[in-house]
C-alpha cells in the first residue's frame, strides 16, 4: 500500500514560472493552489513589475501578494551565462516552464521551447501572448485591453450611448490564465501516456473570442452584428438588471414555463397569454415595454423584499452586490473560502481571495504567502542543484543572481 500523504492534486509538479503581472501569475498560481511546486524567477533587484502595483499594505502590493501565494521566490538573471546555466539545470529537474514574455523574447535569449526540449524533451513548455506565438500578428504587444478590444468583448459591452466598453475586472488576462492552467494539465495528462512535452500557446485574444461563443454565432448565422445592449442578453428576457425601492436586482427568466410563473408572481398573469410576449425571440425584441413593466412592479419593493419572494418561487434572481457586500458575504466570504486571511512577513495579517476550485479529496490550500523578492534563492540552488553557500555568493557577485 502507498502511505504517500497527498498533499495536492498536482503534487510532485514541479513548475518554473517566468511570469509577471497577472496572466501568467494567475495561472501559475491556481496550479500552486492545487498542490504543484511553483518556483517563481524574477529579475534580480526588480522583481515582478507588479510589486509596485496598488494597493500597498506597508511596502508591500497586495495586488502582488493575492496571485502569487503558495510560490518560491527565486532571482535569476538570464542575460548572465551563470544565470542561464543555472536556469537550464533547473529545467532539466522540472515539468513545467510558464512565460508571458512578447513572443521572441525567450528565442533570442537561447531559451524558447526548441531549446528547452533538447535538454529535457519532456519538459511543458506554455506561454501566454497578446496574440499567440504564430500569426501575422504574434509581434504586436499584447496587455488585457488589447485582448479585450480585439477579442470583441469591447464592442457588446455598455449600453447603446456608451463608447465601448472593458470589462470591470481584467477578464482577458484572466481567461489567458484560464486557459494556459487547462493546457498545462492537458498537457501533462498527455506526456504520461506519450512520455513527451509539448508546447502550450495561449493568446489573450484568443481566449476572449472563445469566451464569446454564441455572441458570434448571431454573426455567423444571422448577418448580424451584436452591439451594446447594457445588462440585457441577445437570446432570452427578462434577463436584465432592474430597479428596486432601495438599489437593485437581477433576474433570469429563462424559459417559457418560468415566465408564466413570474407574471402571475407580480399579478400581471395576463401577459403570459399575450401573443406579443408569446416567445423568448418576442420578449428579447420587447425587452423595453417588458423591463417597464417589471419596474412597475419592482420600484416599490426593496431588493430583500424581491429576491426572497421571488428565490421562494423558483424564479432566479439576485441582488447586485458592490465589492464589500461580496467580501463580507456569509457564504462567499466564510463557507466557500473565498477570502482567506494570511500573516505576511512585512504586510502582517491580510485577507487574499481564496481559491475557487474545490476538489473533496485534494483541496487547495494557500500554504505560504506570496515570497519576498529572491526569498528562496539559496534554498532551491542549494536543494535542487547542490550548489554550496560559497558558489551561490559567488554567482551572487557576479550579478547572476
Not at 448577418?223 to 438588471?241: A, K, L, M, T
Request: charged share 25%.
Amino acid at each position: 500500500m502507498n502511505n504517500l500523504k497527498i498533499t495536492g492534486a498536482l503534487q510532485g509538479i514541479r513548475i518554473l514560472d517566468l511570469t509577471h503581472v497577472l496572466a501568467g501569475p494567475f495561472c501559475t498560481m491556481m496550479l500552486a493552489d492545487l498542490g504543484a511546486e511553483v518556483i517563481k524567477i524574477e529579475i534580480p533587484g526588480k522583481g515582478d513589475d507588479a510589486r509596485r502595483y496598488l494597493p500597498f499594505i506597508k511596502s508591500e502590493s497586495a495586488y502582488f501578494m493575492n496571485v502569487n501565494r503558495n510560490k518560491k521566490g527565486i532571482t535569476i538573471n538570464l542575460k548572465h551565462p551563470q544565470g542561464k546555466e543555472l536556469f537550464l539545470e533547473l529545467v532539466r529537474k522540472s515539468d513545467v516552464v510558464v512565460e508571458n514574455f512578447k513572443p521572441g523574447t525567450m528565442e533570442r535569449l537561447g531559451l524558447g521551447y526548441n531549446s528547452l526540449k533538447e535538454i529535457n524533451n519532456k519538459i511543458i513548455y506554455a506561454c501566454i501572448s497578446g496574440f499567440g506565438h504564430y500569426g501575422p500578428y504574434k509581434d504586436r504587444p499584447g496587455y488585457d485591453l488589447i485582448g479585450q478590444a480585439m477579442g470583441g468583448i469591447m464592442s457588446v459591452t455598455g449600453w447603446p450611448d456608451s463608447p465601448p466598453t472593458r470589462t470591470g475586472t481584467a477578464i482577458a488576462d484572466i481567461l489567458g490564465g484560464l486557459s494556459s492552467a487547462i493546457g498545462i494539465l492537458a498537457a501533462l495528462r498527455a506526456k504520461d501516456k506519450a512520455r513527451e512535452g509539448q508546447k502550450v500557446d495561449i493568446a489573450l485574444v484568443d481566449s476572449v473570442v472563445a469566451a464569446m461563443g454564441a455572441i458570434n454565432q448571431i454573426y455567423i448565422v444571422e448577418g448580424r452584428i451584436p452591439q451594446q445592449i447594457g445588462n440585457c442578453y441577445e437570446f432570452f428576457y427578462p434577463y436584465d438588471s432592474f430597479k428596486s425601492k432601495d438599489g437593485w436586482f437581477v433576474l433570469a427568466v429563462g424559459n417559457n414555463a418560468m415566465w408564466k410563473v413570474f407574471c402571475k408572481a407580480i399579478g400581471k398573469a395576463e401577459l403570459a397569454d399575450s401573443s406579443e410576449f408569446a416567445t423568448e425571440k418576442q420578449r428579447v425584441n420587447e425587452y423595453i415595454k417588458i423591463k417597464e413593466i417589471v419596474e412597475e412592479w419592482s420600484i416599490n419593493r426593496t431588493t430583500e423584499e424581491i429576491v426572497s419572494y421571488l428565490l421562494d418561487l423558483g424564479i432566479p434572481c439576485a441582488p447586485i452586490y458592490s465589492v464589500d457586500q461580496v467580501v463580507n458575504d456569509y457564504h462567499i466570504a466564510k463557507v466557500r473560502e473565498m477570502f482567506v486571511e494570511v500573516e505576511h512577513p512585512i504586510a502582517g495579517k491580510t485577507k487574499i481571495s481564496g481559491s475557487h476550485i474545490k476538489l473533496s479529496n485534494t483541496k487547495p490550500k494557500i500554504r505560504n504567502v506570496a515570497p519576498l523578492l529572491g526569498q528562496h534563492t539559496e534554498e532551491v540552488l542549494d536543494k535542487l542543484l547542490g550548489l554550496s553557500k560559497k558558489e551561490i555568493d559567488t554567482l551572487r557577485n557576479n550579478k547572476a543572481i
